[in-house]
Nanobody, 127 residues
Framework: DVQLQASGGGLAQAGGSLRLSCVASGFNFDDWSIGWFRQAPGKEREGVSCISNSDGRTFYEDSVKGRFTISSDTNKNTVYLQMNSLEPDDTAVYYC????????????????????WGKGTQVTVSS
């Protein structure tokens, strides 16, 4: 059974850092795409970052590029989202999601949609 467990959220001040983790189980982690999404109050859910474990390619939404870094540890079946220089607009519930497709994670995030979702972790950034 596919399981995705997100953790690492919390309260940070503007300019601070948090690291989110998504521990995956129940599938061939090395072949799948993993994405981070977030939903802020009053906003649509948006893609933040993704990684295609099949080829290692990554994607970052423009607002987080240069501040966030996604990485994948295939030995631990875990994807991380290192969030630096946090801003109040980063406040949201963050979700990790996975898809078995070997197409680019961008296509999976924005076109096909992710098939499997974990429970979110709250990130709150104060000014």
């Amino acid at each position: 059974d596919v399981q995705l467990q997100a953790s690492g959220g919390g309260l940070a001040q503007a300019g601070g850092s948090l690291r989110l983790s998504c521990v995956a189980s129940g599938f061939n982690f090395d072949d799948w795409s993993i994405g981070w999404f977030r939903q802020a109050p009053g906003k649509e859910r948006e893609g933040v970052s993704c990684i295609s474990n099949s080829d290692g390619r990554t994607f970052y939404e423009d607002s987080v590029k240069g501040r966030f870094t996604i990485s994948s540890d295939t030995n631990k079946n875990t994807v991380y989202l290192q969030m630096n220089s946090l801003e109040p607009d980063d406040t949201a519930v963050y979700y990790c999601a996975a898809d078995p497709s070997t197409v680019s994670c961008i296509a999976t995030m924005y076109y096909y949609g992710m098939d499997y979702w974990g429970k979110g972790t709250q990130v709150t950034v104060s000014s």
